[in-house]
């Protein structure tokens, strides 16, 4: 239970006003002008004003007769519903600790210790666990049992040590990238786990120094301000008087404004270094995640007393604007919440890796195919040829070397052509490419690179660069086909603007009069003292003076009590600093809502100054006369009741309770048997308001009696206690209280939007987008949001689901279909007698409401008709997993693409459910940044990441797998062409090196030097034609009929590979291994050359990647047949030296690419897509002539 001093409520510099009735036995204590200060939060108090008692039930204070409950002023409904546990603590599912008391908590050390590990190898384990992660790839699995199989004498074909390299290549690569960044990771955790903390010897009852990693459960900790906290502790004091701190938790969740936690009065007056803490301890649940609950329960001095999240600190966050604090350590280590947190968000796989995976199969099939003919005709052959095996010159059935003939390496028919079948998977083994994988990571890291550096994804505001936080989907970016977007803090800025407000009916909106310059910039105090707040606020002139100079009046009063509201129900913490005037201070606010923050800087401006916080109470300079108020209660908004209000003693003897929350809400509880034309009034200016696109929130207040009062603090003790159903009993309890209210007023705040919204909006519907919004706003304000971003237009049909029944629901989602079938049949009508420019566009509207009785029903299949067939879907007032169902409904249905971005916690269930999440690092945070694949600054900033950098990546990714594909289809070919010719023996004409480098080194560079830099299209390009996006999002660069025909062209090209030669060769005596050194230069020249074919913009590292691999292939070549224990010893040399072998070489790239080359230039030339038209514009410089882009560029 909650102990306090004795209430001080005066007027500054007047005599104290009395207290209420029930409350007279003790006397008032004014409130003295403290001086001029930085910090008002480390303020200290006068004499008197702030004392500690212990907790007892004789004590005569103010608290003894209204008695405060614990959890009152520190905790909220908001917190208490997001508690791991709402069960009552027990033994076998909570933790003892006894605090001071390590070795009695701990005894048997079996507790984590303090120290973390983020990296996930050791020098012992680095080895096999890195292989066996390495080994969940299906394709390393598969080179490895290649390479086992060359391994055995029957089956040899290539050198025992040239078959393992390509493998150990790829793993030898992969395992030193993961070793430098576990590394990194090694050197994070040293730093992080010998920093120094401030211990409780309980021998001494001094703090020592300790390194964090020895830091147990149950040790008192200090903290000094501006250093992090080691571990999660229960605050037991802190340097404030009422036991308050400030703290940042930036590291933990990176939101960056000040939090405030609360320690017990109970435990604010056991000083640790007195030793009165001994026999106190904790039982709190066990260890999870959840950073935003806490439940536990503590015992000082025989006294139980409850705890929640207001009283538990985290590891990582930071101590703000508090002298010191001093805490008991609960959970360390690993069962730190931020550890337990510690897992990154979810693995994403690329629609381009799922498709490659498809293809892979096709090519195993052909694998499979191409073994299965050689090892049949082998069968053939050797049942045709069964009498001429003993004498076969190279077949050596028999063994005659001994004293009597036994077979030789032979075992029958039928185990011949089952090791000819494995040997021919061990021969052709790299149709399936394995330099492609770690080729995909290369380029995807140069990618993000680019993304990373691109200015036009900076955002100077916050400072922010781009953030590329999953690798493995950059090319999902060229392909999205929706988007669903966040509102505020998305589309909006998120920094709130208090624009006008309705009191007593009477619409204030400041437009009537112009303004004064000292209205907007600084507000008059006490003392002569001026406040000037950090963000300006513009004053109506005539509510001005309605509250300056006819405060008498009824509407004067409701005024002042409107404002009083504003600064008094909040969770703001008030900063105030000095300026260049002696008498003029900065004030400014710091709070989690930038609701909140505009509100009480609007309440400043209009002369109520909020300028100090604790957790008892606040001061307020009301017109220039310094006031305090006694908090007696405090409920936090959550998003059932959808709606705050607070206690307060009040210096003129009233106990008032502040309401203020959404219009929904709030009007069911504002009492209508008075000021009914108040309230029609009111709502006619809320629907005003909302028109305009303004957040709009309701304010009223109720005078509670001492009985009222004493019933819901009674009521409210009970729930704050209990250790069963907490949060279920703390909103009865608010709800109970919040009712019957007189309606003060009503708040119109603007969100505007972000720079360039509308422009991002119209370009992602021309480039086949589909955009939509999911908010909690109310229908009216997100339907103006969508006028102003353009999202809606006056010419779009706006179908309009607002039910309250699943009965109501079914029949309007019924109509909308039929309307919308109706409505689509005319636009296909207009599409076939006029244009396509004359199709009807279709807007569907639905509300939370309405999702409730559709999604995870029989309804979602109507709603999914609906929703695909309009151009737009707005819906307003949902729920963080609504926004995830509605993804869900699109992206289980359909094979499009889906995108989500968003800024807030809200957002994080619909950014990982989407394909493809986006987190602006916006006011709200960065929970959304944290869950998300990428991250940036503005919303408009998704037009060059997917236009530009999403089409980039696809278009690159895709010709890079498919050549992938082609490059190792045609060296297969080549060597099945040859297996044909040698009597199906599986000998080999290439050398075992030139195949083991032909995937390594003659061909790997160039691939990715392309797929990381080409560009089919300039930037300029593809902003100005957004439609140019469309090819991603048909999959035109990367899907079957493009990869049957790429193993076509594959299939003749290894023809002309093969059989020219052959057919040059055939009546002469050149080797085996002079053929294999002609067909490697031909393969590698005439891949490359393919590849230079596709080359869109060529600069210098592509030409050095392209002609310099064709280099060092002759090089390698030379050099290989220059070792004399090799095969094929100087043969390069002896072919070389023929003119054959030059017309030879000729002749391959002419007849293997001429099929190529017309079909390119056919296709170009009588079906040219959009972007070879758009290539052609730019090629002629016709891209700025407006003609031209009207008249010859024709997208759908």
């Not at 103010?62 to 917190?79: D, F, K, N, Q």
Request: hydrophobic share 40%.
């Amino acid at each position: 239970m909650a102990r306090h001093g004795p209430s001080k409520s005066s007027l500054e510099n007047q005599e104290p006003s009395p207290l209420p009735p029930f409350l007279s036995s003790l006397p008032p204590i004014p409130v003295s002008d403290p001086p001029p200060r930085h910090d008002p939060l480390s303020l200290p108090s006068p004499t008197g004003t702030h004392r500690r008692h212990r907790a007892t039930r004789s004590h005569f204070s103010i608290e003894s007769i209204i008695t405060i409950p614990a959890g009152v002023r520190h905790a909220s409904i908001a917190e208490s519903e997001r508690f791991a546990s709402q069960r009552e603590l027990s033994d076998g599912d909570s933790r003892l600790v006894l605090v001071g008391d390590p070795d009695g908590t701990d005894p048997h050390l079996e507790l984590a210790g303090n120290a973390i590990r983020t990296a996930k190898y050791s020098p012992i384990t680095f080895l096999p666990r890195n292989l066996f992660e390495q080994f969940h790839r299906v394709a390393y699995v598969y080179f490895l049992v290649i390479a086992i199989l060359n391994q055995l004498p029957q089956l040899a074909v290539f050198g025992r040590g040239a078959s393992v390299l390509p493998l150990a290549f790829v793993l030898v690569v992969t395992a030193v990238k993961d070793a430098y960044e576990d590394w990194r990771r090694h050197r994070s955790d040293r730093i992080e786990n010998n920093r120094g903390a401030s211990v409780l010897e309980p021998a001494t009852g001094k703090f020592r120094t300790k390194k964090w990693k020895h830091v147990r459960v149950g040790e008192v900790v200090k903290v000094i301000a501006d250093e992090s906290i080691p571990c999660d502790i229960v605050l037991l004091s802190s340097s404030d008087p009422s036991g308050i701190a400030y703290i940042q938790t930036i590291n933990l969740d990176g939101e960056s404004n000040l939090k405030t936690r609360y320690a017990k009065q109970e435990t604010m007056s056991q000083t640790p270094d007195e030793n009165l803490i001994a026999g106190g301890f904790i039982r709190c649940e066990r260890p999870n995640r959840n950073i935003y609950g806490f439940l536990a329960n503590m015992e000082v001095d025989g006294k139980r007393v409850s705890l929640g999240p207001s009283n538990i600190i985290l590891r990582g966050c930071e101590l703000k604007n508090t002298a010191w604090v001093v805490g008991v350590a609960v959970y360390t280590g690993s069962e730190t919440k931020v550890m337990l947190n510690n897992s990154g968000a979810p693995s994403k796989r690329s629609r381009l890796e799922t498709h490659m995976n498809r293809e892979t199969l096709l090519l195993s099939a052909l694998l499979i195919a191409l073994c299965t003919v050689v090892s049949i005709c082998n069968g053939i052959w050797l049942a045709a040829n069964r009498d001429a095996l003993d004498l076969a010159q190279f077949f050596r059935k028999k063994d005659y070397s001994g004293s009597y003939e036994k077979n030789y390496n032979y075992y029958g028919i039928g185990m011949q052509v089952f090791f000819t079948f494995l040997m021919s998977v061990i021969v052709f083994q790299i149709m399936i490419p394995i330099s492609l994988y770690i080729s995909m990571e290369l380029v995807r890291l140069g990618q993000a690179y680019f993304m990373i550096q691109d200015n036009h994804l900076y955002d100077e505001r916050s400072n922010t660069r781009f953030q590329c936080r999953a690798l493995n989907i950059n090319e999902d970016l060229g392909q999205i086909k929706y988007v669903f977007s966040d509102k505020t803090g998305t589309l909006t800025e998120n920094k709130m603007e208090f624009r006008c407000a309705s009191i007593g009916g009477i619409d204030y909106n400041g437009g009537k009069a112009p303004l004064i310059d000292c209205e907007v910039h600084c507000v008059s105090g006490a003392n002569d003292q001026f406040w000037e707040p950090k963000i300006l606020v513009k004053t109506d002139p005539e509510l001005v003076k309605l509250l300056t100079s006819e405060g008498d009046t009824e509407n004067g009063k409701r005024a002042r009590e409107f404002f009083l509201a504003l600064a008094c129900c909040n969770t703001i913490v008030p900063l105030v600093t000095e300026t260049s005037k002696p008498n003029q201070r900065l004030i400014e606010y710091q709070g989690e809502s930038p609701d909140e923050q505009a509100l009480v800087y609007a309440a400043a401006s209009y002369g109520f100054v909020l300028i100090e916080r604790t957790s008892g109470h606040i001061v307020i300079d009301v017109l220039g006369h310094r006031q305090r108020f006694d908090v007696l209660g405090l409920h936090e908004f959550d998003s059932d009741r959808k709606r705050m209000s607070v206690i307060i003693g009040c210096p003129d003897d009233a106990v008032k309770l502040f309401v203020k929350g959404a219009d929904n809400s709030m009007l069911g509880v504002i009492q209508r048997t008075i000021d009914l034309d108040v309230i029609n009034a009111t709502e006619k200016n809320l629907q005003a308001y909302s028109s305009l696109g303004l957040r709009t929130l309701v304010v009223g207040v109720r005078n509670l009696s001492r009985n009222e009062f004493e019933e819901w603090q009674s009521a409210y003790e009970n729930a704050s206690t209990a250790l069963m159903g907490r949060g279920r009993l703390l909103r009865a309890v608010a709800s109970n209280v919040e009712r019957g209210l007189h309606i003060l007023g009503a708040s119109g705040v603007e969100d505007k939007l972000q720079e360039g919204v509308p422009e991002a909006i119209e370009s992602m519907r021309q480039a086949g987008i589909k955009v939509w919004v999911l908010t909690g706003d109310k229908q009216e304000t997100a339907i103006s949001i969508g006028y102003s971003c353009k999202l809606l237009t006056s010419e779009m049909t706006q179908i309009v689901i607002n039910s309250n029944s699943r009965e109501s629901c079914k029949k309007g989602l019924q109509d909308a279909v039929a309307m919308s079938s109706k409505l689509s049949a005319m636009s296909i009508g207009n599409t076939l007698a006029v244009s396509g420019s004359d199709r009807i566009s279709m807007a569907l509207i639905i509300d939370g409401t309405s999702l409730v009785y559709i999604l995870e029903t029989e309804l979602e299949e109507e709603l999914f008709k609906i929703a695909t067939i309009c151009d737009v879907v707005l819906c307003c007032r949902v729920a963080p997993l609504q926004k995830a169902g509605i993804v869900a409904l699109i992206k289980d249905r359909t094979d499009d693409m889906t995108l989500a971005i968003g800024d807030g916690a809200n957002d994080v269930s619909m950014i990982q459910m989407a394909d493809v999440g986006i987190g602006i690092s916006g006011q709200e945070g960065r929970q959304a940044v944290m869950a998300s694949d990428f991250a940036m600054g503005q919303f408009r900033f998704l037009v060059p990441l997917l236009l530009v950098h999403g089409h980039w990546n696809y278009q690159r990714m895709a010709c890079m797998i498919l050549y992938n594909f082609y490059r190792n289809a045609v060296f297969v070919f080549i060597l099945f062409w040859y297996v044909l010719y040698t009597a199906y023996t599986l000998t080999t004409a290439i050398t075992e090196w030139s195949s083991v480098l032909y995937s390594v080194v003659y061909t790997a560079l160039p691939t990715i030097i392309v797929g990381t830099l080409d560009k089919d299209l300039s930037k300029k390009t593809l902003l100005k034609y957004p439609q140019l996006y469309k090819s991603g999002q048909n999959d035109e660069k990367y899907n079957m009929k493009l990869f049957i025909f790429t193993m076509m062209d594959c299939i003749w090209q290894s023809a002309a590979i093969f059989f020219i030669p052959y057919v040059a060769y055939r009546i002469s005596t050149i080797d085996a291994s002079s053929l294999g050194d002609l067909w490697t230069l031909a393969v590698v020249i005439l891949v490359n050359i393919h590849l230079a074919m596709d080359v869109f913009r060529w600069n210098w590292i592509i030409h050095a990647s392209i002609w310099g691999c064709i280099i060092a292939t002759v090089i390698s070549v030379i050099a290989i047949d220059s070792i004399p224990m090799l095969p094929g010893y100087w043969t390069i040399y002896n072919i070389m030296e023929s003119e054959l072998f030059w017309l030879c070489l000729l002749g391959i790239l002419v007849a293997g690419m001429i099929p190529r080359f017309i079909a390119k230039s056919f296709t170009e030339y009588f079906m040219p897509s959009d972007i070879q038209i758009a290539r052609e514009l730019e090629k002629f410089r016709k891209i700025n002539t407006s003609t031209t882009s009207d008249n010859t560029l024709s997208l759908p």
